[in-house]
């Protein structure tokens, strides 16, 4: 019966188990992400199972079968940590690719140390033989010195072995696969120092090679069209052999307490390994960035069920760290959105109010336009309209237009576009379903209340208003309106990174040019301004009329009023004894003629063309930065001070 300090012997059938599962992967010629180093145990004890949850493994089984009991003295030479222990079993499976399999897995694992301050060394090897003739023999090894000062990890492989191939991408169909047969040999080898603390950094030698490429099984038809030859024709690889070989820079964070069966901790591992053309044969320079990153958290007392967090990364064209326009959409534009409403709803109720006060509303219209001040603030908060706009934002903003015209067509975090369609990553799920549409809800919502402001004014412009030709702001007392564009900076800011956004990454990952994007720019400037100051156009008949109705009235109290002057000074009219100089009809010709000038001068918009070109102007600050990818930086500075100089 197992004991329950029996851990480490436990560890390395653990790690057997590991060695036949991973030589199942390499007999497919297929690595699982973070499988470049064997699992290896902490030197600290683990945790004591719960009651009446010791372990029991297959040894224990056949003991008791046999009634064949430890004596105390088997009992600690078993846990004896000086001691090497050694685990050996038969690798039985089937798989599609591979067929039968069946072979051998052995496992050695020692202290290097204390096992209370060294990690346990293990050793995992692997011969398999498949029904489709295919032969793998594997090394893994990870190595740890005393209190972990030091470290070696590797990752050794030589297969002759066979596999479909379907081209690059996640797109490719079943009918895709053309069978290929071929050499692998890997040669994967780290060394790691502790620097400071529990990190440890090292270097690496990575070396991969496939040889004796031929077509496989019922492949010969196909072979010349198929994937492989189609890419390295392309790029002026050899078809019968490929090599690549690197370094590579690393650096490993490992706080678990038990790396084979952990219960509690982290792993953080970061490789950058670039590979060099020539370097040992190697047929072309690349570079690979792999990030590793798993926790564990306990789903019971007992810690017996247990769920693991892994996220694993590489290195596409667009990265999500360097995805410029998701973050601007999140980080920038999602922000100027909700303060935006915060600004708008704070400048348009004054605005609104300012209908009464200023009297343009008639005490006869004061029920019907608190009755439209009603029915808007209704349409605003409808439960039903947001309902309509989150389907509409799945159904078409994400499910379409978004990953038919918006997504890059590179390979990116989010995913690869094939056939016209964006195939997205796990990640680019979670965007899709969460991170996008929240961000074109609070979008459409504004566009939703766009429309509500354009309506409400639409309905004020068809009452009876009081306007005044005569008024000083020019545009019969409703001046006041073209201060509310100014509140929808911030709208028209988000716009604008938005649009900046999209265009960094087409310059940045797609080879794109700004002059490109003009009509884009243009474009983008003539909504916005629409939309922000075209619903004042409604008043635009109202503010016709009532000039065309001041320019005739005031043009018959000026015709009244020179005949009048004109009868009196010059005709002879005036009493003897009125003096010209210091009369007070010399005044009132000219109050009356500037108050026709300013009834002639009447705009029939409540808004000017200086606040047109502000708005326009803060529309297009986010997308200046974005000059610099056509002229750098000093040679901008040099024109600039050779035209103030």
């Given at each position: 019966?197992?004991?329950?300090?029996?851990?480490p012997?436990?560890?390395?059938?653990?790690?057997?188990?590991?060695?036949?599962?991973?030589?199942?992967?390499?007999?497919?010629?297929?690595?699982?992400?973070?499988?470049?180093?064997?699992?290896?145990?902490?030197?600290?004890?683990?945790?004591?199972?719960?009651?009446?949850?010791?372990?029991?493994?297959?040894?224990?089984?056949?003991?008791?079968?046999?009634?064949?009991?430890?004596?105390?003295?088997?009992?600690?030479?078993?846990?004896?940590?000086?001691?090497?222990?050694y685990?050996?079993?038969?690798v039985?499976?089937?798989?599609?690719?591979?067929?039968?399999?069946?072979?051998?897995?052995?496992?050695?694992?020692?202290?290097?140390?204390?096992?209370?301050?060294?990690?346990?060394?293990?050793?995992?090897?692997?011969?398999?033989?498949?029904?489709?003739?295919?032969?793998?023999?594997?090394?893994k090894?990870?190595l740890?010195?005393?209190?972990?000062?030091?470290?070696?990890?590797?990752?050794?492989?030589a297969?002759?072995?066979?596999?479909?191939?379907?081209?690059?991408?996640?797109?490719?169909?079943?009918?895709?696969?053309?069978?290929?047969?071929?050499?692998?040999?890997?040669?994967?080898?780290?060394?790691?120092?502790?620097?400071?603390?529990?990190?440890?950094?090292?270097?690496?030698?990575?070396?991969?090679?496939?040889?004796?490429?031929?077509?496989?099984?019922?492949?010969?038809?196909?072979?010349?069209?198929?994937?492989?030859?189609?890419?390295?024709?392309?790029?002026?690889?050899p078809?019968?052999?490929?090599?690549?070989?690197?370094?590579?820079?690393?650096?490993?964070?490992?706080?678990?307490?038990?790396?084979?069966?952990?219960?509690r901790?982290?792993?953080?591992?970061?490789?950058?390994?670039?590979?060099?053309?020539?370097?040992?044969?190697?047929?072309?320079t690349?570079?690979?960035?792999?990030?590793?990153?798993?926790?564990?958290?306990?789903?019971?007392?007992?810690?017996?069920?247990?769920?693991?967090?892994?996220?694993?990364?590489?290195?596409?064209?667009?990265?999500?760290?360097?995805?410029?326009?998701?973050?601007?959409?999140?980080?920038?534009?999602?922000?100027?959105?909700?303060?935006?409403?915060?600004?708008?709803?704070?400048?348009?109720?004054?605005?609104?109010?300012?209908?009464?006060?200023?009297?343009?509303?008639?005490?006869?219209?004061?029920?019907?336009?608190?009755?439209?001040?009603?029915?808007?603030?209704?349409?605003?908060?409808?439960?039903?309209?947001?309902?309509?706009?989150?389907?509409?934002?799945?159904?078409?903003?994400?499910?379409?237009?978004?990953?038919?015209?918006?997504?890059?067509?590179?390979?990116?975090?989010?995913?690869?576009?094939?056939?016209?369609?964006?195939?997205?990553?796990?990640?680019?799920?979670?965007?899709?379903?969460?991170?996008?549409?929240?961000?074109?809800?609070?979008?459409?919502?504004?566009?939703?209340?766009?429309?509500?402001w354009?309506?409400?004014?639409?309905?004020?412009?068809?009452?009876?208003?009081?306007?005044?030709?005569?008024?000083?702001?020019?545009?019969?007392?409703?001046?006041?309106?073209?201060?509310?564009?100014?509140?929808?900076?911030?709208?028209?800011?988000?716009?604008?990174?938005?649009?900046?956004?999209?265009?960094?990454?087409r310059?940045?990952?797609?080879?794109?040019?700004?002059?490109?994007?003009?009509?884009?720019?243009?474009?983008?400037?003539?909504?916005?301004?629409?939309?922000?100051?075209?619903?004042?156009?409604?008043f635009?008949?109202?503010?016709?009329?009532?000039?065309?109705?001041?320019?005739?009235?005031?043009?018959?109290?000026?015709?009244?009023?020179?005949?009048?002057?004109?009868?009196?000074?010059?005709?002879?009219?005036?009493?003897?004894?009125?003096?010209?100089?210091?009369?007070?009809?010399?005044?009132?010709?000219?109050?009356?003629?500037?108050?026709?000038?300013?009834?002639?001068?009447?705009?029939?918009?409540?808004?000017?063309?200086q606040?047109?070109?502000q708005?326009?102007?803060?529309t297009?600050?986010?997308?200046?930065?974005?000059?610099?990818?056509?002229?750098?930086?000093?040679?901008?500075?040099?024109?600039?001070?050779?035209?103030?100089?």
């Open positions: 019966m197992t004991t329950r300090r029996r851990a012997l436990f560890a390395a059938g653990a790690a057997c188990g590991v060695a036949i599962l991973l030589g199942a992967a390499a007999a497919d010629g297929q690595t699982a992400p973070g499988a470049d180093a064997p699992a290896v145990q902490s030197g600290a004890p683990a945790p004591a199972p719960a009651e009446g949850t010791e372990p029991f493994d297959v040894t224990d089984l056949i003991r008791k079968l046999r009634h064949r009991e430890l004596t105390p003295e088997q009992r600690a030479a078993a846990l004896d940590p000086s001691k090497r222990m685990a050996f079993a038969p039985i499976g089937y798989k599609p690719s591979s067929g039968v399999l069946i072979g051998v897995a052995g496992n050695i694992a020692f202290f290097r140390g204390d096992p209370q301050t060294t990690r346990i060394s293990s050793t995992v090897a692997s011969l398999t033989f498949s029904s489709l003739k295919q032969t793998s023999l594997s090394a090894f990870a740890f010195g005393r209190d972990d000062r030091w470290a070696l990890d590797g990752d050794n492989r297969q002759w072995t066979s596999q479909n191939t379907y081209g690059l991408g996640t797109t490719t169909e079943p009918a895709d696969q053309v069978n290929m047969k071929f050499d692998y040999f890997r040669l994967y080898n780290t060394a790691y120092y502790k620097v400071y603390g529990r990190p440890l950094a090292g270097v690496g030698f990575h070396y991969n090679a496939h040889t004796s490429v031929e077509p496989g099984k019922d492949a010969e038809a196909g072979w010349s069209e198929s994937p492989y030859v189609t890419y390295s024709n392309t790029h002026g690889f078809l019968d052999s490929q090599t690549s070989a690197g370094t590579s820079v690393n650096l490993r964070l490992d706080t678990r307490d038990n790396a084979i069966n952990p219960d901790g982290w792993l953080g591992s970061v490789s950058y390994r670039p590979f060099f053309k020539g370097f040992l044969g190697g047929a072309s690349w570079q690979e960035l792999d990030l590793d990153a798993r926790t564990y958290r306990a789903l019971d007392a007992g810690r017996r069920h247990k769920l693991a967090f892994w996220f694993w990364g590489g290195r596409v064209t667009l990265p999500f760290l360097y995805d410029v326009e998701m973050h601007i959409r999140l980080l920038l534009a999602l922000p100027l959105l909700i303060v935006a409403e915060l600004v708008v709803n704070q400048r348009l109720g004054p605005t609104v109010r300012a209908f009464v006060t200023r009297g343009v509303i008639p005490d006869a219209a004061r029920a019907r336009f608190d009755a439209l001040i009603g029915s808007a603030m209704r349409l605003r908060n409808s439960i039903t309209a947001e309902v309509l706009l989150i389907a509409f934002v799945y159904i078409v903003g994400v499910g379409f237009i978004w990953r038919t015209q918006m997504a890059l067509d590179v390979a990116t975090w989010y995913g690869a576009h094939a056939d016209g369609r964006l195939h997205p990553s796990l990640a680019g799920w979670w965007m899709g379903c969460v991170s996008l549409p929240v961000f074109q809800f609070l979008l459409l919502r504004w566009y939703f209340r766009l429309l509500i354009v309506r409400f004014l639409w309905q004020v412009s068809r009452l009876e208003l009081t306007l005044v030709p005569t008024h000083p702001d020019r545009s019969g007392g409703l001046g006041f309106l073209g201060l509310v564009g100014h509140a929808f900076v911030p709208l028209l800011l988000a716009q604008g990174t938005i649009l900046a956004g999209t265009i960094a990454n310059i940045f990952y797609a080879g794109a040019k700004l002059p490109e994007f003009k009509v884009e720019m243009i474009g983008l400037v003539a909504v916005m301004l629409f939309a922000v100051l075209g619903p004042l156009l409604v635009t008949p109202k503010l016709a009329a009532a000039k065309r109705t001041g320019l005739g009235e005031y043009g018959a109290l000026a015709q009244r009023y020179v005949r009048e002057f004109d009868r009196k000074w010059l005709r002879g009219g005036a009493p003897a004894d009125e003096p010209l100089v210091g009369s007070a009809d010399i005044q009132s010709l000219a109050d009356l003629g500037n108050s026709f000038e300013v009834v002639k001068g009447m705009r029939l918009a409540p808004f000017t063309l606040t047109v070109l708005l326009a102007v803060v297009l600050v986010p997308v200046v930065p974005l000059t610099l990818t056509m002229i750098s930086l000093e040679e901008l500075l040099t024109q600039v001070l050779r035209m103030v100089f």
